[in-house]
T-cell receptor
Framework: GNSVTQMEGPVTLSEEAFLTINCTYTATGYPSLFWYVQYPGEGLQLLLKATKADDKGSNKGFEATYRKETTSFHLEKGSVQVSDSAVYFCALTTDSWGKLQFGAGTQVVVTP | EAQVTQNPRYLITVTGKKLTVTCSQNMNHEYMSWYRQDPGLGLRQIYYSMNVEVTDKGDVPEGYKVSRKEKRNFPLILESPSPNQTSLYFC???????????FGDGTRLSIL
């Protein structure tokens, strides 16, 4: 079956530091890959997506590249802000019904 | 404003007392899902629906029921709640498979 593995958190960073959250996956077929972000007390919001190999998704300064050879979709941001403090979920879908398979989530805490 | 609305946001109740969590979306989406979020496990799909009167089980359906009598609504029913159903629940909808899902703000259920 499909699965998503994320690095465990919490990840604590200072403002303006570089952020990387690792995500690797196992999937049958050709998955679409997503990063969702959950701010405190809120639901999940799509951060970025990639639908085929070598695609790069980007949004709000975050980037992730779909690497089929390493089955990875690592999330990066060059300079984090306190407002980036949230839980980040890597997810994939291969299902014709659009079912999402989520990783466990990585909490990121950015301090001033 | 496009949104997925869940109610209630918070509920504390007792074992065995039937409860319903409502979910409504205003985007005319055909696909809707329920997820539960538990620490260290990410989000796991409970049930999903491809259209009116068409539903199917996700990964963790035991103890839950759903119905889809109208396109916009997808209630989650716990006929006889138990403490292991204490969790944070999210409803989501999407226009088509492979597209990003829109999430509600979540319902935190505590079953005593």
């Amino acid at each position: 079956g499909n699965s998503v593995t994320q690095m465990e958190g919490p990840v604590t960073l200072s403002e303006e530091a570089f952020l990387t959250i690792n995500c690797t996956y196992t999937a049958t077929g050709y998955p679409s890959l997503f990063w969702y972000v959950q701010y405190p007390g809120e639901g999940l919001q799509l951060l970025l997506k990639a639908t085929k190999a070598d695609d790069k998704g980007s949004n709000k300064g975050f980037e992730a590249t779909y690497r089929k050879e390493t089955t990875s979709f690592h999330l990066e941001k060059g300079s984090v802000q306190v407002s980036d403090s949230a839980v980040y979920f890597c997810a994939l879908t291969t299902d014709s019904w659009g079912k999402l398979q989520f990783g466990a989530g990585t909490q990121v805490v950015v301090t001033p | 404003e496009a949104q997925v609305t869940q109610n209630p946001r918070y509920l504390i109740t007792v074992t065995g007392k039937k409860l319903t969590v409502t979910c409504s979306q205003n985007m005319n989406h055909e696909y809707m899902s329920w997820y539960r979020q538990d620490p260290g496990l990410g989000l796991r799909q409970i049930y999903y629906s491809m259209n009116v009167e068409v539903t199917d089980k996700g990964d963790v359906p035991e103890g839950y029921k759903v119905s889809r009598k109208e396109k916009r609504n997808f209630p989650l029913i716990l006929e006889s709640p138990s403490p292991n159903q204490t969790s944070l629940y999210f409803c989501a909808s999407t226009l088509s498979p492979g597209q990003p899902q829109h999430f509600g703000d979540g319902t935190r259920l505590s079953i005593l």
